[in-house]
C-alpha cells in the first residue's frame, strides 16, 4: 500500500481507503463487516471514512465498537455532519455541528477525528456561521481537519474567502471512469488551494469490477440484488453502460490487473486524488481494492478505456 499526503495537512491516508456508506451498521452482516474491516488494515489501509448519517449513526458505532482495540494513533479516522440523523437534527448550523460531532464521537468511542467533513452545502445556513463553527471545533482538539463534499466551485472559494477561520484540507466527490464532473473546476480549483480529493464510488457503485453483466440478473450476494443497497446502483446498470463496462475487460487484462484494480488506479493517476474510497462488504474485494494501490498502467491504455466509455461517461 502506498499513502499520500491529504491536502494541505500533516495526514497521511492510503491510497485505498475504507468507506462505511450502505454497508456496515446496515446492509452487511456485523461479522462479515468486521472481517472486512480487519482485511482493510492487513492490506495497509490505514483510513476509515464515515458520517453520522450512515445507518442514522449505526455506521459509526459500528465503526467505534471495531475500532476500540486499535490504538488511535494508527488509523486515519473522518466522518461527516449535514444529513439527517432524527426528525429534527441535520444541517450546518453551529447548533447542529456542535451537536453532532459530540454524538460522533460518543458513537465512534474517540477523543477526537482526524478528518470532519460537511457531507454537503447548507444553503439554509450562513457560511460565516458554519466555518466558524467548525474553526471551533478545530480549536477544542475535536478534529484535527476539516473538508467538504460534493461542494461547487463558488461555494469552496467563499469559504477559502473568509477571514480566521480553518481552512479546508479535502474534497469528498463523487468520481470514476463513468463520472468526471469534478475533472472541469473542482480538481484545478483544489490544487490552487492545497485541497485534496477522497473520491466516493470510483467503482460505481461496483458496475467497473465488470461483474454486472448486460440482460442478466444481478449475481446472488451483490450490492445490486440488496434490497437496502441495490437502490443507489440504479443509475449505472442500464444494459448499454453494462456492454461498454465489459469491453474494458481485455484492456485491464493487458494492463496485468482485474478490471476493479485498472478503475481505481485510473483514478489515482490524478495527482490531486488521495485516496479512492471502497465499500467492501466482502474481505476477499478488500485484497483485489488494495491491489490497485501503486499499479503503473500505460497512459495509452487509459486513454483506451476512455474512448470506449466516452459516450456513457457523466460529467453533470
Known amino acids: 500500500m502506498k499513502y499520500r499526503k491529504l491536502g494541505n495537512s500533516d495526514l497521511k491516508v492510503s491510497e485505498i481507503s475504507l468507506g462505511s456508506w450502505l454497508t456496515y451498521g446496515g446492509g452487511v452482516d456485523k461479522e462479515r463487516a468486521t472481517a472486512c474491516v480487519n482485511r482493510a488494515?492487513?492490506?495497509?489501509?490505514?483510513?476509515?471514512?464515515?458520517?453520522?448519517?450512515?445507518?442514522r449513526g449505526g455506521a459509526e458505532s459500528f465503526l467505534g465498537e471495531t475500532l476500540t482495540s486499535r490504538p488511535r494513533d494508527s488509523y486515519v479516522l473522518a466522518t461527516k455532519v449535514y444529513f439527517p440523523v432524527s426528525d429534527a437534527d441535520q444541517g450546518l448550523s453551529r447548533a447542529q455541528i456542535f451537536k453532532q460531532i459530540e454524538a460522533s464521537l460518543k458513537r465512534l468511542r474517540a477523543e477526537y477525528v482526524d478528518l470532519y467533513q460537511c457531507h454537503r452545502y447548507d444553503t439554509a445556513t450562513?457560511?460565516?456561521?458554519?466555518?466558524s463553527a467548525l474553526t471551533e471545533v478545530v480549536q477544542q482538539g475535536k478534529a484535527r481537519y476539516i473538508?467538504?463534499?460534493?461542494?461547487?466551485?463558488?461555494?469552496?472559494?467563499?469559504?477559502?474567502?473568509?477571514p480566521d477561520v480553518e481552512h479546508f484540507v479535502s474534497s469528498q466527490p463523487q468520481y470514476s471512469m463513468l463520472w468526471r464532473q469534478v475533472e472541469e473546476r473542482v480538481i484545478p480549483l483544489s490544487r490552487e488551494k492545497q485541497v485534496s480529493q477522497i473520491v466516493w464510488s470510483p467503482l460505481a457503485q461496483g458496475v467497473l469490477t465488470g461483474k454486472y453483466l448486460p440482460d442478466a440478473p444481478p449475481p446472488a450476494g451483490s450490492r445490486a440484488s440488496s434490497d437496502s443497497m441495490g437502490q443507489f446502483i440504479k443509475r449505472w446498470t442500464d444494459p448499454h453502460i453494462l456492454r461498454k463496462v465489459q469491453e474494458l475487460k481485455p484492456i485491464a487484462l493487458e494492463a496485468g490487473c482485474t478490471l476493479s484494480q485498472f478503475a481505481l488506479a485510473w483514478v489515482l493517476r490524478e495527482p490531486n486524488v488521495a485516496s479512492a474510497i471502497v465499500g467492501a462488504s466482502k474481505p476477499e474485494q478488500m485484497d483485489d481494492n488494495a491491489g490497485a494501490s501503486g499499479l503503473t498502467i500505460d497512459p495509452a491504455l487509459f486513454a483506451k478505456a476512455e474512448s470506449i466509455l466516452a459516450l456513457v461517461q457523466r460529467t453533470g
Open 147 to 162: 473538508g467538504f463534499s460534493e461542494w461547487s466551485p463558488e461555494q469552496i472559494a467563499a469559504a477559502f474567502e473568509l
Open 126 to 131: 450562513p457560511l460565516e456561521e458554519t466555518m
Open 41 to 55: 488494515f492487513d492490506r495497509g489501509v490505514n483510513f476509515i471514512d464515515t458520517a453520522n448519517a450512515y445507518a
